[in-house]
T-cell receptor, first 115, second 114 residues
Framework: AQSVTQPDIHITVSEGASLELRCNYS??????LFWYVQSPGQGLQLLLK??????LVQGIKGFEAEFKRSQSSFNLRKPSVHWSDAAEYFC?????????????FGSGTQLTVLP | GAGVSQSPSNKVTEKGKDVELRCDPI?????LYWYRQSLGQGLEFLIY????????KSGLPSDRFSAERTGGSVSTLTIQRTQQEDSAVYLC????????????FGPGTRLTVL
């Protein structure tokens, strides 16, 4: 069964500092990988996705993520955090084949940004 | 609207009552998903509809939960005889059903069972 682990429940960074949110997955084949962000009271917004090809993917709001097959990781990064980035971030894995199409989500990482 | 919409945004009910949650997917999207987000938890898959195929109900936690999708568009999630542990945010998502399966989420319905 596929699974996603986000080891950091809560991360605090200062505005302007760099950010890395960790995500590890377990899946039998190459999965499709996603990062979503959820602001308070909002639904989930897709930040970026990896399907194939270049292992460094760019997303919205200045975020990027790197797929590392050898480490089963898909960590999210941003070089300079803005106060508006404070939110909860979810990593998700989806099947690249088969009839089951639902995403499996990690438990999320809450990001606090200090002024 | 261009996005996924859900109603109501908030629902407070008494234990033992039935509730219905509605989801309007993006027009033209053939796939529709329901997830549940409990406090401090990630998202838990509930049910998946794809076109006219039989739904994947493998995530429904009990037989008190059911969902239908009428005309391949609007979906209703029904919870019968609600329990306090059903309190959560229920999120709906839709996708084009293609190979890449990018899912677009609605704002959710926050259900509180007293």
């Amino acid at each position: 069964a596929q699974s996603v682990t986000q080891p950091d429940i809560h991360i605090t960074v200062s505005e302007g500092a760099s950010l890395e949110l960790r995500c590890n997955y377990s899946y039998g084949a190459t999965p499709y990988l996603f990062w979503y962000v959820q602001s308070p009271g909002q639904g989930l917004q897709l930040l970026l996705k990896y399907f194939s090809g270049d292992t460094l993917v760019q997303g919205i709001k200045g975020f990027e993520a790197e797929f590392k097959r050898s480490q089963s990781s898909f960590n999210l990064r941003k070089p300079s955090v803005h106060w508006s980035d404070a939110a909860e971030y979810f990593c998700a894995v989806g099947p690249s084949s088969g009839s089951a199409r639902q995403l499996t989500f990690g438990s999320g990482t809450q990001l606090t940004v200090l002024p | 609207g261009a996005g996924v919409s859900q109603s109501p945004s908030n629902k407070v009910t008494e234990k033992g009552k039935d509730v219905e949650l509605r989801c309007d997917p993006i027009s033209g999207h053939t796939a529709l998903y329901w997830y549940r987000q409990s406090l401090g938890q990630g998202l838990e898959f509930l049910i998946y509809f794809q076109g006219n195929s039989a739904p994947d109900k493998s995530g429904l936690p009990s037989d008190r939960f059911s969902a239908e999708r009428t005309g391949g568009s609007v979906s209703t999630l029904t919870i019968q005889r609600t329990q306090q542990e059903d309190s959560a945010v229920y999120l709906c998502a839709s996708s084009s059903g293609g190979a890449y399966n990018e899912q677009f989420f609605g704002p959710g319905t926050r259900l509180t069972v007293l």
